[in-house]
């Protein structure tokens, strides 16, 4: 399963940075806007302890973590949902990825401009959606326009989609993303098929910097309205020093850790990857043996068929039965033999939903 999540932002608060920590590889982060021209897309590894452990136990000659797609797109500005600063390139680029990580500059540093000639983070953000909120506005009005015609002459697929659509207008005149309107899972999966920008799940990366003012220690009031915004609105978030981060990227796992035990400093890092995982909503499972450790990725809530398409497409129609055992009840056996031999080795069928943490051997 290949799922995207795009990182956006003004100019200058970090996404390029916070790219080549994620991924090691190396796309333009200077200090000036539009740096970026072209989308730098990464795949980056789900940290997860559980993989090791699998691995260990099988002496597994291979260990493949579960994968998630990151894509670093140039910086918006005000206005570019008319076009402004390449506004329609960029624009076009959010709307090819499966989420948003929206990079938010919580550092104050004189020798790193800002496009707004201050830091404000509730202020950036509201850029931000408020041009992605225009876009969808112009999308909506269009598909409204469109369907006119066919809900006059009966069509009661257009009339479904004519009512979805008017909630959406009315949440966006507001001034709220699609996202905040709650729909049940049959009027989500419509909503789904008008790719509109604000409809995908969101989270923002607040991005501070060592050695610099950082409002989240200053705590004044600029923080204050950036909490209460994140409350009052549900929306996930992570705390990130990309810089740090971009520092140390290249140092090993060993050293890494001896790092963050001095400074004291949390992996911002493996903190945005694993928010960015839950927030597409999606789950680990995973299989293992002397040949291979893998951890697979499915959505929540899937039935056993379905997940193991992430495996293999014939999985779901050739599917007979699973056998299944949580992670830990399987390291506590010590193999599949021990657990089969003490009852803990369950066998699931095409009903079955897929849990996290789930080890599964499929029979097709």
Request: proline fraction near 2%; charged fraction near 30%; hydrophobic fraction near 40%.
């Amino acid at each position: 399963m290949s799922l995207s999540i795009g990182i956006v932002g003004l100019p200058n608060v970090g996404k390029s940075t916070l790219f080549n920590a994620l991924t090691k590889k190396s796309v333009p982060s200077e200090n000036y806007p539009f740096c970026t021209i072209d989308p730098a897309v990464g795949v980056v590894a789900v940290p997860d302890d559980r993989l090791e452990k699998l691995s260990e136990m099988s002496k597994s000659e291979n260990t493949i973590p579960a994968v998630v797609e990151f894509t670093d797109i140039a910086g918006l500005v005000k206005g570019a949902s008319e076009g402004e600063g390449l506004g329609n390139k960029f624009l076009a680029n959010i709307r090819e990825t499966d989420a948003v990580a929206q990079v938010v500059r919580i550092f104050e540093d004189g020798n790193i401009s800002h496009v707004h000639g201050e830091v404000n983070p509730m202020s950036d953000i509201e850029v931000i959606n408020l041009e992605l909120i225009l876009a969808d506005r112009e999308t909506v009005t269009k598909r409204i326009g469109n369907l006119q015609k066919e809900v006059k002459s009966g069509d009661k697929k257009a009339k479904k989609e004519l009512e979805l659509l008017e909630q959406i207008d009315k949440a966006l005149d507001e001034g709220q993303l699609a996202n905040s309107v709650d729909f049940n899972d049959e009027d989500r999966k419509i909503v789904k098929t008008f790719n509109l920008l604000t409809a995908k799940p969101f989270f923002y990366v607040l991005n501070k910097k060592s050695g610099s003012q950082n409002l989240d220690e200053l705590k004044d009031e600029r923080w204050e309205k950036l909490m209460n915004f994140m409350k009052e609105s549900g929306s996930d978030y992570v705390i990130v020093d990309a810089g740090l981060e971009h520092e140390i990227k290249d140092l090993d796992l060993a050293d890494k850790k001896d790092f963050r035990a001095d400074s004291g400093s949390e992996d911002g890092i493996d903190n945005l990857i694993k928010k960015g995982y839950e927030v597409l909503d999606l789950i680990t499972f995973f299989t293992t043996g002397e040949k291979e450790t893998r951890a697979w990725t499915t959505k929540r809530d899937s039935t056993a068929p379905v997940a193991g398409t992430a495996i293999h497409t014939d999985f779901h129609d050739k599917f007979i039965r699973a056998t299944v055992i949580q992670w830990d009840k399987l390291l506590e056996a010590g193999s599949h033999s021990a657990a089969r031999e003490n009852g803990i080795l369950r066998t699931e069928g095409k009903e079955y939903i897929v849990q996290d943490g789930d080890v599964i051997e499929f029979l097709v």
